[in-house]
């Protein structure tokens, strides 16, 4: 069974602290992904990788660093936390297939930013 | 500029009866299409797909419809169930393997 975790599902952290979201996969994917849910605005990306030590920007990085040291996580980091940022935070992982392939997701960390 | 739109962000529909979810697209370099539900407090799980060589896909109750032409998608599900309801988000992708995902829709399936 594919499994994507990420390691908190609530977090309270207070303006100007930096944070660390965790997220690990068990598939052997390539790619990994950060993206933040807020209503009326859907699913946004902040960052993703295709491979370990290479990110990419998504949509909506300022504010946001990521870390990739290894294939299997994926770490999201909020230097100094904002209560803008205050979200679900979504992680997911899918194969490298050029034919499109789906991703899974985590279970989400729900992040409030005091 | 949101590049994949869900125009409808609810849907009421009864049980046994069909429910349509649409999603439109203005990148023409995307080729292929997933839909995904979403519970609350939960991360969002893969339902259905298609490849944009194809302009339908069938899995059980749920059927998505692709017109290239007019840059749309649609989500059939047949016959809805209570346990539907969810927030249904469409997502493209192209060269790239990152996933451009709509606004959502939220389907409420009444008794």
């Known amino acids: 069974d594919v499994k994507v975790t990420q390691s908190s599902r609530y977090l309270v952290k207070r303006t100007g602290e930096k944070v660390f979201l965790e997220c690990v996969q068990d598939m052997d994917h390539e790619n990994m992904f950060w993206y933040r849910q807020d209503p009326g605005l859907g699913l946004r990306l902040i960052y993703f990788s295709y491979d370990v030590k290479m990110k990419e920007k998504g949509d909506i990085p300022e504010g946001y660093s990521v870390s990739r040291e290894k294939k299997e996580r994926f770490s999201l980091i909020l230097e100094s936390a904002s209560t803008n940022q205050t979200s679900m935070y979504l992680c997911a992982s899918s194969l490298e297939y050029r034919g499109g392939t789906e991703a899974f997701f985590g279970q989400g960390t729900r992040l409030t930013v005091v | 500029d949101q590049q994949v739109k869900q125009n409808s962000p609810s849907l009421s529909v009864q049980e046994g009866r069909i429910s349509i979810l649409n999603c439109d697209y203005t990148?023409?370099?995307?080729?292929?299409f997933l839909w995904y539900k979403k519970y609350p407090a939960e991360g969002p799980t893969f339902l259905i797909s298609?490849?944009?060589?194809?302009d339908k896909n069938e899995d059980g109750r749920f059927t998505v419809f692709l017109n290239k032409s007019a840059k749309h998608l649609s989500l059939h599900i047949v016959p809805s169930q209570p346990g539907d309801s969810a927030v249904y988000f469409c997502?493209?992708?192209?060269?790239?393997?990152?996933?451009?995902f709509g606004t959502g829709t939220r389907l409420q399936v009444t008794l």
């Open positions: 997502a493209a992708t192209g060269t790239a393997s990152k996933l451009t």
């Open positions: 990148n023409s370099m995307f080729d292929y």
């Open positions: 298609i490849s944009s060589i194809k």
